[in-house]
């Protein structure tokens, strides 16, 4: 517990300035991410993530099962699809938890928000929805990352760093994820307004969609490496793995030597990307105090306390600055 608290308290001060994005680790219920203790005996999570195969979605699991080991009278149950494509595991999950009557509330990171609205329809169960927000009315709080507002920090980082790497013509296109989902759409329009605020041009014409995995990342680089031979000042992701198979896609090209890299997540390998020149920066979640805040969250709302619409788990701009720092934060969520 101490350790957990002591790394709570790093993860903090590297959002303490970042009001832009809500960068803090104190939720908009009051409470700080540990919480307190819960008055919910008995009660059952369940917590559908929309992978666990992933560092990323690690991080929310460890957060959640670590308000269950903060509150012992509380169970909850981590579990998500085998990746983020893989749409129907997810609903089957969905469905089968919902009408099991296992759980006294629910946790959901979906993988289509739409079809998610539909399955929750006339749930009475509390619902959270995590990392992606569901647009229903059975969804009490939505805990996750201001995902535009974030981006935009990214967007106008970069545009800074591409300056700074000698370009003039500061033009960025961004690699995303999968097309119309609500969390890669917010992104792309915050990376928009962030580079275009901080005077740079965003090909919105030129945008990739690679799904959100690392191979078909580097296929769209090489895509944008024959369209720009001459280069392009920023390539702006949706995650780190993406970020990190671009920027090893245009390793060797002269053309992109200075270009700037975004990832989206702050995760381990971006960390240690970061600090290898691999990756130039990345903007943060804080996906533990996610995962926690959103079981805080559902067992608030169980107890029929007054919880916030949204609340922000906060954000970060990781580069070499700072990227040792995370990392040890990182590691000590994970036990490491």
Not at 76 to 103: F, R
Not at 164 to 176: D, P, Q, R, V, Y
Not at 238 to 246: E, I, L, R, S
Not at 310 to 331: P, W
Request: aromatic share 6%.
């Amino acid at each position: 517990m101490k350790k957990r608290l002591l790394a709570m308290l790093l993860a903090g001060a590297m959002c303490a300035s970042l009001a832009a994005c809500g960068g803090t680790t104190t939720n908009d219920t009051g409470d700080t991410a540990e919480g307190g203790e819960s008055s919910g005996e008995g009660y059952s999570i369940d917590v559908i993530l929309k992978t666990t195969a992933s560092e990323y979605w690690g991080y929310v699991k460890a957060g959640a099962e670590a308000y269950m080991a903060d509150n012992p009278d509380v169970k909850v149950e981590v579990k998500g699809a085998s990746s983020e494509t893989a749409y129907d595991e997810q609903q089957n999950m969905i469905e089968t938890d919902l009408n099991s009557g296992a759980y006294d509330a629910f946790v959901i990171a979906p993988l289509q928000a739409d079809l998610v609205t539909t399955l929750i329809s006339g749930q009475t169960a509390p619902i959270i929805a995590v990392d992606t927000d569901i647009d229903a009315p059975e969804v009490k709080s939505f805990v996750g990352t201001g995902n535009e507002d974030a981006a935009a920090m990214g967007g106008e980082a970069a545009v800074k760093a591409a300056q700074e790497a000698g370009w003039t013509e500061l033009k960025a296109i961004a690699i995303s994820g999968v097309q119309g989902d609500s969390t890669a759409t917010a992104r792309l329009t915050g990376y928009q307004k962030g580079i275009e605020a901080a005077g740079g041009t965003f090909l919105a014409d030129e945008t990739q969609y690679a799904d959100a995995v690392a191979d078909k990342a580097a296929t769209s680089m090489e895509a944008i490496m024959q369209n720009h031979p001459e280069g392009i000042a920023m390539i702006v992701c949706n995650n780190d793995d993406m970020a990190m198979a671009a920027a090893r896609a245009a390793k060797g090209n002269e053309a992109y030597a200075n270009t700037v890299f975004v990832g989206f997540d702050g995760i381990q390998s971006a960390c240690t990307a970061i600090l290898n020149g691999e990756e130039t920066m990345s903007v943060a979640q804080e996906a533990y105090d996610m995962g926690y805040m959103a079981v805080d969250a559902a067992v608030k709302a169980l107890n029929g306390e007054e919880i916030k619409e949204f609340i922000d788990s906060g954000c970060s701009v990781v580069t070499k600055d700072n990227a040792q720092e995370r990392l040890d934060t990182l590691k000590s969520y994970l036990g490491e």
